[in-house]
């Protein structure tokens, strides 16, 4: 080893700390008894955890550190930290320095259909790996081929980073043409940078392979996307959801409502009703909808608020719709109206049903209150999420209705808090509210409360309080 060689030896451990050195060199003795680890080496090392083990040979060889400097495919202790350090530490153009050794990397530029064949690897290694995670355990659920294929080409298609469609053919929208077509490393740089669920996936499939990060750092690599599925029996049910659909919604929900799923209304459960839909949804908090339709099209949305009877939209610009099948797709607000959830029941004038996005009568995504039937319009687009039609038809039938709360469960205290900021401080006195009332103080917020409300009854208290009012006059 030359002193340059050494220079760059020593600028590179000093990426890992000393546990992390102490491992590197473990798990190098563990590949190889000699000094040099050779392609058959890692092949028998790397087994079944990753389809790609010649690729991944020619990657170390060939990745931006170690380029140039490997002589007869022998790799030293230190090149095989360099690659570590690029592949576990690395920014997002050393990253995709890795990806595109992966995919067959010809003079700058990398095949599609190479592209997506190291995108379905690491996808199917990870659904493998991640099989383990606790969170796992508490579902019903798994992934088939098409499933894992279907994500890989929803990574791809992100941002129309690669062309979608087959000729004049009629395809789904995610759908990626893996027939030609070339990226240039600086094109997949930015589209790692943008991908990150796909990115999170390659550094947990890269860290399960070679697993020399210490633990606090590794935390946010090994974490699941899975959440724990609570309230559910799964003898009785089951979900219309696969593992890789579930990961996907969970990826998009907000940090703080990732952790545990509740299931409170499933109709191969609950039945098919309306009623029974409203009975076990309503005030239970953020929750994601899910709906299958005779077509076999999963799609639903996100919802921030807790399901109310209300005869006009409500809710916050953190909702969001979603599509699972055919294709994979988020759909966040615009910002042109704040037409987020609707809820409604049992009215003469206005649409009784659930809805979301649009307008009255022209939904994102409404299920009508006859539960049987619904619809997605969107020409061209969803005004409020900007989505497309969702289910295969504008009008569709109803097959499944999962609705999920999600997050931690509010404790009995922190319900009481809530209820108690939506009470009004002459709610709580009602012998006060009544003075104000007879010494001509009319209450301007009265003709505003919930339509639904019923007026407190008169106390005892306020009955006396009254009665004292003329002797003080």
């Known amino acids: 080893m030359g002193a340059g060689e050494s220079k760059k030896g020593a600028d590179i451990l000093q990426l890992f700390s000393p546990e992390e050195q102490q491992h590197i060199h473990k798990l190098f003795l563990h590949i190889v008894p000699n000094q040099s680890i050779t392609e058959p080496f890692l092949k028998k090392y790397i087994n079944n955890l990753f389809d790609l083990d010649s690729e991944v040979f020619h990657a170390i060889c060939h990745c931006r550190v170690n380029?140039?400097?490997?002589?007869?495919?022998?790799?030293?202790?230190?090149?095989?930290?360099?690659?570590?350090?690029?592949?576990?530490?690395?920014?997002?153009?050393?990253?995709?320095?890795?990806?595109?050794?992966?995919?067959?990397?010809?003079?700058?530029?990398?095949?599609?259909?190479?592209?997506?064949?190291?995108?379905h690897s690491v996808v199917k290694s990870y659904l493998q790996i991640s099989k383990s995670d606790a969170p796992c355990a508490t579902w019903k659920s798994h992934a088939t081929e098409e499933d894992i294929a279907r994500l890989s080409s929803s990574f791809l298609s992100l941002n129309k980073f690669c062309e979608v469609g087959r000729g004049g053919e009629q395809t789904s929208q995610n759908e990626v043409d893996v027939r030609g077509g070339y990226k240039s490393q600086d094109e997949v740089e930015d589209w790692i940078s943008k991908c990150h669920m796909f990115l999170k996936m390659f550094d947990r499939v890269f860290y399960h392979l070679f697993p020399v990060i210490s633990k606090d750092s590794a935390h946010n690599i090994t974490q699941s996307f899975m959440p724990t599925a609570s309230c559910v029996?799964?003898?009785?049910?089951?979900?219309?959801?696969?593992?890789?659909?579930?990961?996907?919604?969970?990826?998009?929900?907000?940090?703080?409502?990732?952790?545990?799923?509740?299931?409170?209304?499933?109709?191969?459960?609950?039945?098919?009703?309306?009623?029974?839909?409203?009975?076990?949804?309503?005030?239970?908090?953020?929750?994601?909808?899910?709906?299958?339709?005779?077509?076999?099209?999963?799609?639903?949305?996100?919802?921030?608020?807790?399901?109310?009877?209300?005869?006009?939209?409500?809710?916050?610009?953190?909702?969001?719709?979603?599509?699972?099948?055919?294709?994979?797709?988020?759909?966040?607000?615009?910002?042109?109206?704040?037409?987020?959830?609707?809820?409604?029941?049992?009215?003469?004038?206005?649409?009784?049903?659930?809805?979301?996005?649009?307008?009255l009568n022209y939904f994102g995504l409404w299920i009508d209150y006859t539960f049987n039937s619904g619809h997605s319009k969107a020409v061209p687009k969803c005004t409020t999420y900007g989505s497309p039609q969702l289910s295969k038809s504008p009008e569709f039938v109803v097959d499944s209705i999962e609705?999920?709360?999600?997050g931690p469960e509010k404790k009995k205290h922190d319900l009481d808090e809530d209820e108690e900021e939506k009470v009004s401080i002459l709610d709580k006195d009602v012998g006060a509210k009544a003075i104000l009332e007879l010494a001509g103080r009319k209450q301007h917020s009265e003709g505003i409360r919930e339509l639904e409300e019923e007026e407190a009854p008169m106390t005892e208290e306020m009955k006396k309080k009254m009665n004292t009012i003329p002797k003080m006059m």
Request: with cysteine; net charge neutral; charged share 20%.
């Open 233 to 359: 029996d799964w003898k009785k049910t089951n979900t219309i959801l696969d593992t890789l659909s579930i990961s996907y919604i969970n990826y998009h929900l907000p940090r703080e409502h990732q952790s545990v799923w509740r299931l409170l209304y499933s109709n191969c459960l609950h039945g098919d009703s309306f009623a029974q839909l409203t009975r076990y949804v309503l005030g239970k908090g953020p929750n994601v909808l899910l709906v299958k339709d005779k077509d076999g099209y999963v799609f639903g949305a996100y919802v921030s608020d807790s399901w109310e009877i209300k005869p006009s939209f409500y809710g916050s610009e953190d909702c969001f719709l979603f599509s699972l099948k055919p294709e994979y797709g988020v759909y966040t607000v615009t910002g042109y109206n704040s037409n987020y959830i609707y809820f409604n029941q049992g009215q003469e004038t206005m649409p009784n049903g659930l809805g979301l996005g649009g307008q």
């Open 403 to 406: 609705v999920w709360a999600v």
């Open 67 to 119: 380029e140039g400097h490997i002589k007869d495919k022998h790799v030293t202790e230190i090149q095989f930290s360099g690659f570590l350090a690029q592949c576990l530490k690395g920014t997002y153009s050393e990253k995709a320095d890795i990806i595109c050794l992966l995919s067959g990397r010809d003079a700058g530029f990398v095949p599609v259909k190479k592209l997506y064949q190291t995108v």
